[in-house]
């Protein structure tokens, strides 16, 4: 078995595991009750399944340039996905979007009532 043969295989299995992974993050989507929680499966399951499969490309790429680009993709994932993530929820809840009924605690909400300078635009 060649080292290509050995790529070609492991690049399979990693996008096996990146779909299934992006298949966890839309069933999610689907039947996660609330937007907070429907956000963090598709923030995390589904930044982790692209991930796998830019990484399944880096490895059968046929030159650095694309592997290179590849790699970058899989860095921009991983800086901006959470950062955009965590906003859109911060946005979402100051527009008032409920917590599903099931939620135990509500931090936001918490802070709000203490006047706590995160939640009104003021420094931290």
């Given amino acids: 078995m060649s080292i290509d043969d050995v790529c070609a295989v492991l690049a399979g299995l990693l996008m096996l595991t990146g779909s299934a992974f992006t298949l966890v993050a839309a069933i999610g989507l689907l039947r996660l009750p609330d937007l907070y929680t429907r956000m963090h499966a598709a923030s995390k399951a589904g930044s982790v399944g692209v991930g796998l499969i830019l990484l399944a490309l880096a ?63 003021g420094p931290v």
């Fill in 59 to 121: 490895l059968v790429a046929d030159g650095w340039p694309e592997a290179l680009r590849a790699l970058a993709a899989i860095l921009f994932f991983l800086l901006t996905t959470p950062i955009s993530a965590h906003l859109l929820a911060k946005a979402a809840h100051g527009a008032g979007y409920a917590l599903w009924k099931g939620s135990v605690r509500d931090d936001m909400s918490a802070s709000r009532a203490r006047g706590g300078a995160a939640d009104n635009g």
